[in-house]
């Protein structure tokens, strides 16, 4: 065991260097579900700035310190508090905003967001089907970004007025019907943040034919 040791040092260097980088300092995230479309799509590996909020113990949820603040409209990764799954959401709401939806409309502080639709469409949903979806901005104060609602559902589309607690963060999938959110499994700690997503690295349509998405490579979120 110990000439295995001597002999692959740099290699077992080199592991151990790469895992302090990608639980400290920036991580890639594939996307596995539709939760934030048409943000992101099934198929994308998006970069995770994990210095963006807190400087953390490498392997372990321990903050050191704080380095900057979670601000409403981030693409936000962080750890399930429900059951320990990393999930990816749109941060909505801060701590001391006055969140609630009715029929499916924001209101953060008595401010009800603006809506305009952009376009009526059908989704693949894998194996031939689809499904129709209708794609709006949604406008708050400086805040936009593009959502997606099912007009065949109104899942969890009414809660409210909630106040958000200290430390604790509203999450909401860009996708508003299809997405287990802050609506299913409660407000987020910050210790649970993993960081922030900022750009798309690299996509393929893991629904269709596996082809590589270029138009999407590169691409900053907002």
Same mark, same amino acid.
């Given at each position: ?18 895992? +302090?980088?990608?639980?400290? +300092? ?165 210790? +649970? ?30």
């Amino acid at each position: 065991m110990k000439k295995w040791l001597r002999e692959n040092r740099g290699f077992i260097v080199f592991i151990l260097l790469f895992a +302090v980088f990608r639980t400290a +300092v920036a991580d890639w995230n594939p996307i596995p579900s539709g939760s934030m479309r048409p943000s992101l799509l099934e198929g994308d590996v998006v970069y995770v700035n994990r210095l963006a909020y807190d400087l953390k113990l490498p392997l372990t949820d321990v903050v050191l310190a704080h380095l900057g603040d979670p601000r409403r409209g981030d693409i936000v990764t962080f750890t399930s508090p429900a059951d320990g799954k990393r999930l990816i959401k749109r941060l909505v709401a801060v701590p001391g905003d006055v969140v609630e939806m009715r029929d499916k409309k924001l209101l953060i502080n008595g401010e009800a967001a603006e809506y305009k639709l952009l376009d009526a469409a059908t989704e693949a949903m894998g194996g031939g089907s689809t499904l129709p979806v209708l794609h709006l901005t949604e406008r708050l104060g400086e805040e936009r970004r593009t959502i997606q609602w099912l007009p065949d559902l109104m899942r969890a589309s009414n809660f409210g007025p909630v106040a958000i607690p200290a430390d604790q963060y509203l999450m909401l999938g860009d996708n508003r019907d299809n997405s287990a959110d802050s609506r299913y499994i409660g407000f987020i700690p910050r210790q +649970v943040l993993i960081g922030k997503a900022e750009r798309i690295l690299v996509s393929a349509a893991i629904l269709d034919d596996w082809l590589p998405r270029p138009e999407r490579f590169g691409k900053s979120l907002y």
